[in-house]
């Protein structure tokens, strides 16, 4: 019986493939004849075959693929498909090209817990540096709070109220949270409600705005139609330095990023430009990054192994105009019952980082220059 005349099957299917860059990736798949046409797929399209590093072999019935020196661009799925008069077939592989970590993260807990613990302010007029969390419904702006509080605490914290997913901001008052303790971690975050890209719903700009000129007191409830202003018993008419926001922080969700509309992008700009009036540092947490990428949802220390995480910041780094080495992944406590270093740590890599800047700018102030705006 002629090989052609039976319709093709594999016989070994195609197997998927890790690899590291710059390393060989052979693709192998045994059918039951050789009497057929063979087309290699990559990514749902036939294969674009460079000279010296695509190479297509057949020994009898086994069929190779081999990709020399693999580059990020090589991962993706591999198919190949078998077809003669009687039939076709086809089957699929996964090749992952690891590429070196491009930004160093420590995975060790204790030695920045102990930095930020012993952690002194450069102005003696202020007793907490002060960040404002700012950003759209739902990015995570109370679970950050929470997984710092949980950090510093040693024990779950989860009084800060971060809601199920949904459309308006379950945050409706503008609250401080000190993560003092004994006279260690002297930091308070600010948890403001979410950013809607409606003029008249969400927190107002003007709202963002008068709290990080240390306008706004804690127990505010925010009006998405009338900012506050002078005569409101929220309303702090003369803030120190102590008072006023010492660090901006932008709360992107990673999965949602590329989803952002035009008008709230707009939004999210306007405060950025007020607070770059003031020379206040602004930093981006990227969260929700465990809904964005598998490797890192498998390993939180394939963050910055991640390409998707990569490109994430690059996007939001184009998309807000915040420079890269200002933008950072972090995981929140969402689900998990007990403590995770790798949670921890992440998130204590990039406090490591803007304490140190929102200090800075501290240092750089003092109320000699009093701020009354
Ligand atoms: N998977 C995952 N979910 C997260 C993460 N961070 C927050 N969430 C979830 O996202 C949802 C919104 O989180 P919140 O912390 O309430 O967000 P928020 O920015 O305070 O939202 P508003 O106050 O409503 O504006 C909740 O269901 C959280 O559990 C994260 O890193 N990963
Ligand atoms: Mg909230």
Redesign the pocket.
């Known amino acids: 019986m002629g090989a052609s005349q039976i319709k093709p099957e594999f016989s070994a299917n195609l197997a998927d493939k890790k690899v590291k860059a710059g390393e060989q990736i052979l693709l192998r798949c045994e059918a039951n004849t050789d009497g057929v046409l063979v087309t290699w797929k990559k990514d749902g399209q036939k294969l674009y075959c460079v000279d010296g590093k695509h190479t297509i072999n057949k020994t009898g019935t086994t069929f190779y693929l081999e990709i020399t020196d693999a580059q990020e661009a090589d991962e993706g799925i591999y198919t190949i498909h078998l077809q003669n008069k009687l039939g076709s077939t086809s089957c699929s592989a996964m090749v992952t090209v690891e590429v070196k970590e491009w930004r160093i993260a420590k995975w060790i807990q204790d030695p920045m817990v102990d930095t930020l613990r012993a952690f002194t302010i450069g102005n003696s007029e202020v007793t907490e540096l002060r960040f404002l969390l700012f950003?759209?419904?739902?990015?995570?702006?109370?679970?950050?709070i929470?997984t710092i509080k949980t950090i510093f605490e040693g024990h779950q914290y989860v009084n800060c109220?971060?809601?199920?997913?949904?459309t308006?901001?379950?945050?409706l008052h503008f609250d401080t949270y000190s993560m003092a303790k004994n006279g260690s971690f002297p930091f308070a975050f600010s948890?403001i409600?979410?950013l809607e890209k409606e003029l008249q719903k969400g927190v107002s700009s003007n709202d963002i705005i008068s709290a990080l000129k240390g306008h706004v007191k804690d127990g505010y409830t925010f009006n998405s139609t009338i900012p506050i202003s002078d005569g409101n018993q929220y309303y702090l008419r003369n803030p120190r330095i102590k008072d006023k926001m010492h660090c901006l922080v932008n709360?992107i969700?990673a999965d949602k990023l590329t989803m952002m509309e035009h008008d709230f992008i707009l939004k999210m700009k306007d405060v950025r430009k007020a607070a770059s009036r003031m020379n206040i540092p602004q930093v981006v947490f990227l969260?929700?990054?465990?809904?964005t990428c598998q490797l890192t949802k498998d390993n939180l220390r394939n963050v910055y192994k991640s390409k998707k995480i990569r490109e994430k910041i690059n996007e939001c780094s184009n998309t807000l105009g915040i420079p890269a080495n200002c933008i950072f992944p972090?995981?929140?406590y969402?689900?998990e019952t007990g403590i995770k270093t790798d949670i921890n740590c992440l998130m204590l890599d990039a406090l490591m980082q803007i304490v140190n800047w929102a200090n800075d700018y501290v240092v750089r102030l003092s109320d000699s220059q009093a701020y009354t705006q």
């Open positions: 950003g759209p419904v739902g990015a995570g702006k109370s679970s950050i929470n109220l971060a809601a199920a997913e949904s308006t901001s379950q945050t948890d409600m979410g709360v969700p969260t929700r990054i465990d809904r972090v995981q929140n969402h689900e």
